[in-house]
């Protein structure tokens, strides 16, 4: 039988891509940025947006997650680092609505005053867990928003306790060590800095527990920042899994 089909633009490496896939989707990305060598799927260089307008309506579904960058805490301080941005959630909605498809626009928290009534994923709310270099348990938020035209819902949301969170996203900051180092001596440190000194976020030094926090082993570094983790794009596309079944069979 063939799988229903599913739409990806501004896939980037494919963290969303590859819960799709896993969910019983064959996944098409579309992005600027050539991930052909990286993307789970099918891939198309291109632009998202134009893409959608043209060729949406040949997908069962569309999971879309425009640039955060011009919404995100990263430069919510700095007007003219946010100007650089596009701002897509609204020219993205139009476009998914014009396909007549059942659809998900995802995006960052700082963005929520653009999207209606999305719902809120967090790592916690699939254990993704990691050990760091020298063993401490870390614990992966990384809340991300999801709109939708079709009902979605989210898993329970554990409490946030005092576990030691961890995250894997550009621009942070850590103060030199001296070469060579093992990164186990140099985690503590890095935790104690981030917590204590910066007050800011956590992200290891190693790649290896970096992939392990976010479920992902095929991505660059880079990659793994602009992604979800495929458990998210997985819960996701279950639910809008159900949803076209359903209205296939009504």
Known sequence: MNRPTALDPYCGQGGTGAGLI?????????????????????????????YIEKHGHEYDVIVAGPPCQGYSIATAGNPTARAKYDR??????????????????????????????????????????????DGTPLVLDRHRLFESNRLLVAP???????????????GSRRAPLRKGIPLAEAAPFDRFAARHIRHGGYVPRS?????????????????MQESIPPAYGHWIGAQLLAHINQEKAA
């Not at 896993?22 to 260089?45: K, N, Q």
């Not at 790649?207 to 990659?223: E, S």
């Open 88 to 133: 897509l959630i609204a020219a993205t909605r139009d476009a998914l609505e014009a396909t007549g498809r059942p659809w998900v626009i995802e995006n960052v928290e700082q963005a929520r005053s653009e999207l209606v009534d999305p719902i809120l994923l967090c790592g916690r709310m699939f254990d993704l867990r990691a050990d760091d270099a």
């Open 22 to 50: 896993d969910a019983g989707f064959d996944v098409t990305g579309v992005d600027r940025a050539d991930h052909s060598r990286r993307y789970p799927g099918r891939f198309i260089l291109g632009d998202a947006l134009d």
């Open 156 to 170: 329970p949301h554990p409490t946030h306790g005092d576990e030691q969170v961890a995250g894997v996203y550009g």
């Open 207 to 223: 790649i290896a527990v970096q992939q392990a926090l976010m479920g992902i082993d095929w991505m660059t570094v880079r990659g």
